[in-house]
């Protein structure tokens, strides 16, 4: 198993640019979530997912928008890149409800630097 | 709303010292609590987690104890190696039942330096 894989791992952008963000896993899980990390303030969630063909907002939705068309799939659109949108961004998913704990796999990362 | 507070470092130690990263939280009822650990440039993985009040979670020698009473996970090890260098995060979920998508709160990470 690969786990839970990102595309591209480094990416500059200048500003108004857009730019799609893939990731995927191959375990079968349930949920699927975007985080972004940031010095000094932890990973936030961005958006999330609770199954194929949903999405939902979390913490800082604001500039971005997904889609998870394919289970295995769920994909970060920027569609106008900004400069405070340089960040790490990190995938990750888990499994559904029958697990009685929340562990989350997470992704190697995306570096997205908007000039 | 739920909160994990930890402190940010970086915290220095030599091989072979004893570590203790503090984490404290705020939380309705009983959520689970995890450390996840991220190794320089890779994503986090879940290192350890408690599920219940005085549960010990365990892995790779390090150890946190629930305590519901002080609200608090704090990670210890016993004798840190230069491998084990790395930012640590505490993160909270609540209770399966309470309903929701199981948000995961994450405290803003230690970073842990262990020179030789």
């Known amino acids: 198993n690969a786990g839970v894989t990102q595309t591209p791992k480094f990416r500059v952008l200048k500003t108004g640019q857009s730019m799609t963000l893939l990731c995927a896993q191959d375990m079968n899980h349930e949920y699927m979530y975007w985080y972004r990390q940031d010095p000094g303030m932890g990973l936030r969630l961005i958006h999330y997912s609770v199954g194929e063909g949903t999405t939902a907002k979390g913490e800082v939705p604001d500039g971005y928008n997904v889609s998870r068309l394919k289970k295995q799939n769920f994909l970060l659109g920027l569609e106008s890149a900004a400069p405070s949108q340089t960040s790490v961004y990190f995938c990750?998913?888990?499994?559904?409800?029958?697990?009685?704990?929340?562990?989350?796999?997470f992704g190697p990362g995306t570096r997205l630097t908007v000039l | 709303g739920d909160s994990v507070t930890q402190m940010e470092g970086p915290v220095t130690l030599s091989e072979e010292a004893f570590l203790t990263i503090n984490c404290t939280y705020t939380a309705t009822g009983y959520p689970s609590l995890f450390w996840y650990v991220q190794y320089p440039g890779e994503g986090l993985q879940l290192l350890l987690k408690?599920?219940?009040?005085?549960d010990k979670g365990s892995n790779k020698g390090f150890e946190a104890t629930y305590r519901k009473e002080t609200t608090s996970f704090h990670l210890e090890k016993g004798s840190v190696q230069v491998s084990d260098s790395a930012v640590y995060f505490c993160?909270?979920?609540?209770?399966?039942?309470?309903?929701?998508?199981?948000?995961?709160?994450f405290g803003i990470g230690t970073k842990l330096q262990v020179i030789p």
């Open positions: 408690a599920t219940k009040a005085d």
């Open positions: 993160a909270l979920s609540p209770p399966l039942n309470s309903g929701g998508y199981q948000k995961v709160t």
């Open positions: 990750a998913s888990r499994t559904g409800d029958h697990v009685p704990y929340n562990e989350q796999f």
